[in-house]
């Protein structure tokens, strides 16, 4: 898995998409080791991140292996994100 983000009530597994029915809180409990929430909708794979971005148009974002597009990373879990990188 490279990351996981719900839309309404189901969740998606991007790169190998497939429908969940465990809830972020649950997958984020189950593989604590592995998974790293950056924002109230998404979780991230910790050992496909690439780098902690600050782009000219505000807020923060992180760029992933084999994924062309950054994704938004909360205020509120940012300091997470950054412990985690080690920043």
Request: no cysteine; charged share 25%.
């Amino acid at each position: 898995m490279l990351y996981r983000r719900t839309e309404i009530h189901a969740g998606r597994i991007f790169k190998g998409e497939a429908l969940v029915e465990q809830s972020l809180k649950q997958l984020e409990h189950s593989y604590s080791l592995q998974l790293l929430r950056i924002h109230r909708n998404t979780l991230v794979n910790k050992q496909h991140i690439v780098s902690l971005n600050s782009p000219p148009s505000g807020g923060h974002t992180v760029t992933m292996k084999l994924l062309e597009e950054p994704l938004a990373v909360s205020r509120r879990e940012l300091k997470n994100v950054k412990a985690v990188m080690g920043k």
